[in-house]
């Protein structure tokens, strides 16, 4: 059977294309690789994150759970989040463990930097003993 080997790319949808470069590559580190006037290609990592304008962009964040999570080092944690809360970035949740920082975009785009990966989330869960879980 054929299997999806990654994430190839992240799209989102962006009211000011400079704005919201400035914020990616200034604030978050991605490089910029493309830029026209409705569009660009960023890259952090293996990650390729597309931003198109669009006008009927959002104007805050979406109701739900919904979220982008980017990987960042536990060391480098603490001086995103630092940066993030100087530029006045808005949180969109606090976190109950010290391996994510949430926050928004300029779009309303829930965003997430993550210092852990599957396997420690997996063992910290089956720690826990939740009744009616499996763990394979």
């Known amino acids: 059977m054929s299997s999806i080997t990654g994430l190839n790319h992240l799209t989102f949808a962006v009211a000011n294309?400079?704005?919201?470069?400035?914020?990616?590559?200034?604030?978050?580190?991605?490089?910029?690789?493309?830029?026209?006037?409705?569009?660009?290609?960023l890259e952090a990592g293996t990650l390729w994150l597309a931003l198109v304008t669009d006008s009927t962009v959002r104007k805050g964040p979406l109701p739900e759970y919904s979220h982008?999570?980017?990987?960042?080092?536990?060391?480098?944690l603490a001086v995103f989040a630092e940066r993030l809360t100087a530029a006045g970035v808005v949180h969109w949740q606090e976190s109950d463990h010290?391996?994510?920082?949430?926050?928004?975009d300029p779009d309303g785009h829930k965003l997430e930097l993550h210092s852990a990966d599957l396997q420690s989330r997996l063992t910290a869960r089956a720690a826990l003993r939740e009744p009616g879980i499996d763990h394979f």
Do not use: N
Request: avoid cysteine; hydrophobic fraction near 45%.
């Open 68 to 76: 982008a999570a980017f990987s960042v080092q536990l060391s480098d």
């Open 98 to 104: 010290a391996e994510s920082f949430y926050f928004l």
């Open 17 to 41: 294309l400079e704005r919201s470069v400035a914020f990616y590559s200034t604030l978050l580190g991605f490089s910029i690789r493309m830029r026209r006037s409705t569009s660009a290609y």
